[in-house]
């Protein structure tokens, strides 16, 4: 395996079946932590779609969980949209035994934090994104968001004011760093993912190939914003029975 520092092919050729703990780690290894990145991380089904049934847990398996607990073992924020705040959750969102154990051993917190980016500020204060929280949650705004809607969440939540009409995803991205959390896990959705493209913010997408055809009108990974065109080289390709775990890195 290589990681995104190393000159190596992809492991494309590795055997496929069972991925534990431990290879998954060493395959998702970061180069540095001290560098702001902003990594992907999205599981698509083998004709497209983004979610099954209005979410994407369906799409997944054991391999697929694995490698997202192994995602957010190694970042220091896990961060979403509004809208997949709504879709899946994300109420006490945090790392099993192990995944702490491994923070723990490499000197980081117990726990990464959760951020929410929200233009309308439309999130209900007792959602249980905030009243569950394993650690003090951070919401992403911009400055003509509903100074209200700020003060409410401010009650449960670190607040980020990051641009003046709609959120700014470079400064906010230089805001989480200068708070100590440079190493982003974006976990979509899909508009949030594509404002990152279009900002050329994006530095890894870490994509779980699901061996289900879905049909439908489900959305891609990405939705809105324009065209853009940007190269990514891979990385990895692990086959864990019929799934595919990729990893793709920006070209510098």
Same mark, same amino acid.
């Given at each position: 395996?290589?990681?995104?520092?190393?000159? $190596?092919?992809?492991?494309?050729?590795?055997?496929?079946?069972?991925?534990?703990?431990?290879?998954?780690?060493?395959?998702?290894?970061?180069?540095?932590?001290?560098?702001?990145?902003?990594?992907?991380?999205?599981?698509?089904?083998?004709?497209? $779609?983004?979610? +099954?049934?209005?979410?994407?847990?369906?799409?997944?398996?054991?391999?697929?969980?694995?490698?997202?607990?192994?995602?957010?073992?190694?970042?220091?924020?896990?961060?979403?949209? $509004?809208?997949?705040?709504? &879709?899946?959750?994300?109420?006490? +969102?945090?790392?099993?035994?192990?995944?702490?154990?491994?923070?723990?051993?490499?000197? +980081? &917190?117990? %726990?990464?934090?959760?951020?929410?980016?929200?233009?309308?500020?439309?999130?209900?204060?007792?959602?249980?994104?905030? $009243?569950?929280?394993?650690?003090?949650?951070?919401?992403?705004?911009?400055?003509?968001?509903?100074?209200?809607?700020? &003060?409410?969440?401010?009650?449960?939540?670190?607040?980020?004011?990051?641009?003046?009409?709609?959120?700014?995803?470079?400064?906010?991205?230089?805001?989480? &760093?200068?708070?100590?959390?440079? %190493?982003?896990?974006?976990?979509?959705?899909?508009?949030?993912?594509?404002?990152?493209?279009?900002?050329?913010?994006?530095?890894?997408?870490?994509?779980?190939?699901?061996?289900?055809?879905?049909?439908?009108?489900?959305?891609?990974?990405?939705?809105?914003?324009?065209?853009?065109?940007?190269?990514?080289?891979?990385?990895?390709?692990? %086959?864990?029975?019929?799934?595919?775990?990729?990893?793709?890195?920006?070209?510098?």
């Amino acid at each position: 395996m290589t990681t995104a520092g190393g000159g $190596a092919s992809p492991d494309a050729g590795e055997p496929a079946g069972e991925v534990d703990r431990a290879r998954l780690l060493a395959a998702y290894a970061l180069p540095d932590r001290a560098t702001p990145r902003v990594r992907m991380n999205f599981v698509m089904s083998a004709d497209g $779609a983004v979610t +099954l049934g209005g979410r994407s847990g369906g799409l997944g398996d054991d391999a697929d969980r694995l490698a997202m607990e192994v995602l957010r073992t190694l970042a220091d924020v896990v961060l979403v949209g $509004a809208g997949t705040v709504r &879709a899946e959750g994300y109420g006490g +969102l945090g790392l099993g035994e192990a995944g702490v154990a491994w923070r723990r051993e490499h000197g +980081l &917190a117990d %726990q990464p934090r959760v951020a929410v980016v929200s233009s309308a500020l439309d999130l209900d204060p007792g959602h249980p994104f905030f $009243a569950d929280a394993v650690l003090r949650p951070i919401v992403v705004t911009h400055a003509a968001s509903d100074p209200g809607h700020r &003060a409410a969440l401010a009650e449960v939540a670190d607040v980020l004011v990051c641009g003046a009409t709609a959120v700014d995803v470079l400064a906010m991205r230089d805001a989480l &760093a200068a708070a100590g959390l440079p %190493q982003v896990l974006c976990e979509g959705g899909p508009h949030l993912f594509a404002s990152l493209v279009e900002a050329d913010a994006v530095d890894e997408l870490c994509l779980s190939l699901s061996p289900l055809l879905v049909s439908g009108d489900a959305g891609r990974i990405t939705a809105g914003g324009h065209e853009h065109a940007r190269r990514m080289r891979l990385v990895h390709a692990i %086959q864990a029975g019929d799934l595919l775990l990729l990893r793709y890195a920006r070209e510098r």
